[in-house]
């Protein structure tokens, strides 16, 4: 068994330096949020169950915490955007086999030079950094808001969730991974659309097509997957996992629906949320991505309420650019879905719950004004 040490140092260098540390020494970390305040933070580590603390001044023993197996590299929590994260154990192993693997998919003449922009407490975020340590990646260090200088200072790749996409021009890199939430519907060609989560190591399926490795099957509508990047287990001690087609029980079912056809992978979303309006299914993904082409609108969340008539009934979250866009909305939603998906109601609001890594906050829609 060994200790848990949480890293409590702002994504550069210096936490460069402390994770090569840690990979010298085998020692298990995890990685704190540094948006958080001081006494969050003490929060999010007993919530990891970290037994040492490292920040700017030294190593601090915790008076709480819980060793972890020799096997494990990495303790990280879920993005939480549907409820309370979970604390995943992920293997040394499985860490490398991410790095490599995505370095793998990735390799041009030369090894990539990424440009870490997105928090290491997430694993897209930490993935980059993870990729020079374990693999022979290598990173250039600048301000995360400096994105779209840093291909003339050397950069080749990087890593960013939606926003970011928008915010940046990012013509200059080589390769642009992009994850988080579903991405919108025209992508430059140096895109590259991500899906994965905490539990399967970071992204393992780029442009809809399984990394080297990596099984995905739809098992009565949910995504499952096969991958040695897979976590050992939940900090609580439960390991899910079910019988694969190939007859072994070492797949996750990753609480996704979707499809696989001819090796392509089709995300509809997180199947708690899926809304059932009229005996028609909606599923919250499909309808954002059409409501989402809509001119003038520039964030959407959708979601529902209970209806005696419909069951639930329709509602769509808008962040708009100060036009009331309700007749192009539902008449979009009809035409490219059908017209169960027209909304019942359009609020429109100031912004959409999001986590740092830009998937909706479901669990807060109900609160959104």
């Known amino acids: 068994m060994a200790s848990l040490l949480a890293l409590d140092l702002p994504l550069g260098p210096d936490l460069e330096r402390a994770l090569r540390e840690c990979v010298h020494l085998g020692q298990a ?49 879920t993005s939480g955007s549907s409820g309370t994260p979970k604390a995943v154990e992920l293997s040394w ?81 080589a390769a642009v991974l992009l994850g988080g939430a579903r991405p ?21 399926v780029y442009n809809g097509r399984p990394l080297r490795g990596v099984a995905v099957v739809a098992i009565d509508g949910e995504i499952c997957v096969q ?16 019988t694969g087609p190939d007859g072994t029980d070492d797949w996750f079912p990753t609480g996704d629906e979707g499809d696989v056809t001819d090796g392509v992978v ?43 008539e419909w069951g639930h009934r329709v509602v769509a979250l808008v962040v708009s650019d100060g036009s009331r866009l309700d007749e192009q909305i539902t008449s979009t939603a009809s035409e490219r879905i059908g017209p169960w998906a027209k909304p019942k109601e359009i609020r429109y609001v100031a ?9 909706i906050r479901r669990d807060r829609l109900g609160d959104t004004r």
């Open 266 to 308: 089709h995300i509809r979303g997180r199947r708690g949320y899926v809304i059932n309006t009229g005996g028609e299914k909606i599923w919250p993904d499909d309808l954002e991505a059409v409501i989402t082409s809509v001119p003038g609108v520039l964030d959407v969340a959708v979601t529902s309420i209970e209806d005696q």
């Open 184 to 204: 919108p519907g025209d992508l430059a060609d140096n895109v590259v659309t991500t899906w994965g989560m905490t539990e399967t190591g970071s992204g393992v």
């Open 29 to 77: 970390f995890c990685v704190l949020d540094q948006r958080l305040s001081k006494e969050r933070r003490r929060e999010e580590s007993r919530a990891l169950g970290a037994t040492h603390l490292r920040d700017a001044t030294g190593v601090h023993a915790l008076a709480s915490g819980a060793s972890v197996d020799d096997e494990i590299g990495l303790v990280m929590l």
């Open 93 to 173: 192993n499985a860490l490398r086999a991410s790095a490599e693997l995505t370095q793998e998919s990735l390799r041009a003449a030369t090894p990539p030079v990424w440009y870490p922009c997105l928090p290491a407490n997430h694993i897209g975020g930490l993935a980059v950094l993870l990729r020079a340590i374990l693999s022979d990646a290598q990173l250039l260090w600048g301000e995360p808001g400096a994105i779209a200088t840093a291909p003339s200072r050397g950069a080749t790749h990087v890593a960013v969730v939606r926003a970011q996409l928008f915010r940046h021009d990012l013509s200059g890199f």
């Open 227 to 242: 991958s040695p990047t897979l976590f050992r287990s939940y900090r609580d001690g439960s390991r899910p996992r079910i």
């Open 351 to 359: 912004s959409i719950p999001r986590t740092a890594n830009g998937k």
